[in-house]
């Protein structure tokens, strides 16, 4: 297998690792829709750590993706 | 990005292709180049420190300009100044405790060199500087250090306790203090990492999306035009995405940082 074709497999494998932050910001929102459902006056706080949560398990995303991004064009 | 004249190898006895098909350079986007000509060449001054100094200079004008009336009854640049300084301050205090009345003026300017770091860097033809893990690592490392430094001067020798919890069981010591600072080692790796890594993917993106209006159009002629709208609609879309992503992460790693710190005041 050449260079080019092993980048090009290497930059799919390591973008497969998006899908576990995708599983957990889905349970982030999931815990704030029933918390606010529970307590609607708690809204304000637990959003600002709902928020907080989400963007934590986003940069687990992105360090997949720049492993994608630093295979694919480097 | 510069069409390049393609080969198409493997064909036996045909003529190349004369289609230009362009390719994507995602990454050269993010190269220094210094600015202000031959005494900006002199001493390396790179279009990165001239979106600097531009982001400081705006924050600089935000609060003198904004609190220039110093009217009772804010007006509009006012009231954004004084909103701003509340939710930094707000931030301290919560997370903080009392003591994070000293850390304030640190955390508002990391802060804001950051957040107008991050949206200076969305303009077309502007440079986002926060896009490089050198400028990104230094303020982490600066965050890290801050916080070993304010443990020390508060608490001495004991701050070695904060790799042992309190309440744990001492069996657990040998796996649960390496695991503890190796998790502390990390901060500023995670730190750095998480900004710089936001940023370039949202501007990465852009550049691959683009690639791909110039790729279409010329493959399709025509009909490429209209096909171009496509990966034309997911740049807009992302735009927004990107402007909720300047100022997430630019609170994200703030309120990281009054946590390190409340962690070093209070060593838990």
């Known amino acids: 297998m050449d260079a080019a074709a092993a980048k090009l497999v290497g930059a799919g494998l390591a973008a ?14 999931a815990a704030l829709v029933n918390s606010v459902a529970r307590n609607p006056s708690a809204r304000n706080q637990v959003f600002g750590l709902g928020i907080l949560g989400f963007a934590l398990t986003e940069a687990v995303a992105l360090y997949a993706l720049l492993i994608s991004f630093l295979i694919l064009f480097s | ?9 493997g064909r036996a006895g045909q003529e190349t292709d004369n289609v230009a098909a362009p390719s994507i350079d995602a990454l050269g986007q ?3 180049a210094t600015t202000l000509g031959r005494p900006g060449a002199a001493v390396g001054f790179t279009n990165a420190n001239l979106i600097m100094v531009v982001t400081a200079a705006l924050v600089l ?8 009336q110093r009217a009772l009854v804010p007006g509009r640049l006012q009231a954004l100044a004084e909103m701003s ?17 000293r850390f304030f003026p640190f955390v508002f300017t990391l802060f804001f060199f ?7 860097g969305l303009f077309p033809y502007f440079f986002a500087f926060t896009s490089h893990i050198a400028v990104t690592a230094a303020l982490a490392v600066l965050v890290f250090a801050l916080s070993i430094v304010v443990a020390l001067s508060l608490h001495g020798w004991r701050f070695f306790t904060y790799f042992f919890p309190q309440g744990a069981p001492v069996a657990l010591a040998p796996v649960l203090v390496p695991i503890e600072i190796l998790s502390f080692l ?11 890594a936001n940023i370039v993917a949202g501007h990465v993106m852009w550049e691959v999306f683009a690639g791909f209006m110039l790729i279409v159009v010329a493959y399709l002629g025509v009909a490429g035009y209209l096909a171009a709208l496509v990966p034309l609609a997911i740049n807009v ?6 402007l909720l992503v300047a100022f997430l992460q630019a609170y994200v790693f703030a309120i990281l940082t009054c946590l390190y710190l409340h962690d070093a005041v209070h060593l838990h």
């Open chain 2, 1 to 9: 990005m510069r069409p390049t004249r393609t080969q198409r190898g």
């Open chain 2, 85 to 101: 300084h509340e939710f930094v301050a707000n931030m301290c205090l919560e997370t903080i405790g009392p003591e994070g009345r």
């Open chain 2, 114 to 120: 950051i957040l107008f770091g991050n949206l200076l």
């Open chain 2, 237 to 242: 879309a992302l735009v927004g995405f990107e």
């Open chain 1, 16 to 29: 497969i690792g998006v899908a576990g932050a995708g599983v957990g910001i889905g349970t982030i929102f």
């Open chain 2, 61 to 68: 004008a935000l609060l003198v300009l904004g609190m220039r």
């Open chain 2, 186 to 196: 990390s901060r500023p790796v995670s730190l750095s990492i998480r900004l710089f």
């Open chain 2, 30 to 32: 993010f190269t220094l």
